[in-house]
């Protein structure tokens, strides 16, 4: 059984843009999907309802086999910006989320227990010698794993990261790609990850599903054949550019489409 099912939601804002129609997709767990797709197609707008922000106005979304209704502590989120506690050290952010979460048996743990756990999320991600670090003296790359260690933290099923790098300049973000697949493969969560990068989406996913222009829906369901672990260098090489160019014309083919008039 799947573990993320997405069957044929419809979702419009209060006024009245219709920004998803039909959309269907299934994510297995441990699955790495990826979602590209022109701006404005309803990327964001997919996380937020997977997340069980809105409501939508057709269709189901479950998990586990059982509907969503709201948000829940089997999914978390990371978005492009970090949005850490600036008064919180990292072990601070990461022990914040502990302390706030809905799993009873993280928030009951004693302070060792969650001293302890801090301590493994901070060596997860990296940052070790970091933990008395203020998010203010810590480069853009080091707070997205601040950012995704507090994710992690409360043991989500499901993570949803839209667009986690884009803020990243390019050498950093190669390098947290290469990361950020240490870790999946670590604590195999089922991921959901928006990006514009069709390269970034290809090097990560074990799927890239394409959204059309608005009201988005998946156009393409591509499995990415490349085994993993999945080479750094050699992410530029043909196998994965041949992927990258499909997807490439796909996503140009539905892109005039949201330019169009903003009309539905
Ligand atoms: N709160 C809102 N109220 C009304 N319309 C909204 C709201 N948020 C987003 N939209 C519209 O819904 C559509 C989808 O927006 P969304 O942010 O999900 O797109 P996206 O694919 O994430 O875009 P980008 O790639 O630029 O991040 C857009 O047309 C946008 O204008
Ligand atoms: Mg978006």
């Known amino acids: 059984m799947a573990l993320l099912e997405l069957d044929d939601i419809e979702f419009a804002y209060g006024n009245g843009l219709v920004a998803l129609r039909n959309v269907s997709l ?13 701006s404005g197609c309803g990327k964001s707008t997919l996380l937020d309802l997977i997340d069980g922000l809105a409501k939508i106005s057709h269709g189901q979304i479950s998990i586990g086999g059982k509907p969503v209704f709201g948000p829940g502590p089997d999914r978390a989120v990371v ?20 302390e706030a979460t809905k799993r009873e048996e993280l928030r009951r743990e004693t302070n060792e227990q969650r001293r302890d756990r801090v301590a493994r ?12 670090y203020f998010p203010g003296a810590l480069s ?30 390019a050498q950093t973000r190669d390098l947290m790609q290469v990361e950020l697949l240490r870790v999946w493969n670590e604590s195999r969560r089922t991921v959901i990850f928006v990006t514009h990068s069709i390269q970034e989406a290809v090097f990560l996913g074990d799927r890239v599903l394409v959204m059309s222009g608005r009201p988005g829906t998946v156009v393409r369901d591509i499995k990415i054949d490349i085994p993993r672990p999945r080479i750094a260098d050699k992410r530029r090489g043909p196998e994965y550019t041949a992927y990258e160019e499909d997807i490439g014309r796909e996503i140009a083919g539905h892109v005039k489409l949201v330019s169009e008039s903003p009309s539905q």
Do not use: H, K
């Not at 299934?26 to 022109?38: H, L, M, S, T």
């Not at 853009?140 to 990243?168: C, H, K, T, W, Y």
């Open 26 to 38: 299934r994510a297995e767990p441990g699955e790495f999907v990826c979602i590209v797709g022109p």
């Open 121 to 132: 999320l901070v060596a997860l991600v990296g940052l070790n010698g970091f933990e008395g």
């Open 79 to 98: 978005f492009q910006a970090a949005s850490l506690l600036p008064w919180r050290t990292v072990a601070g952010n990461i022990s914040f989320a502990l």
């Open 140 to 169: 853009g790359g080091m707070r997205q794993r601040v950012n995704l260690a507090r994710a992690l933290s409360v043991e989500p099923d499901i993570l949803l990261m839209d667009e986690p790098f884009a803020n990243l300049d």
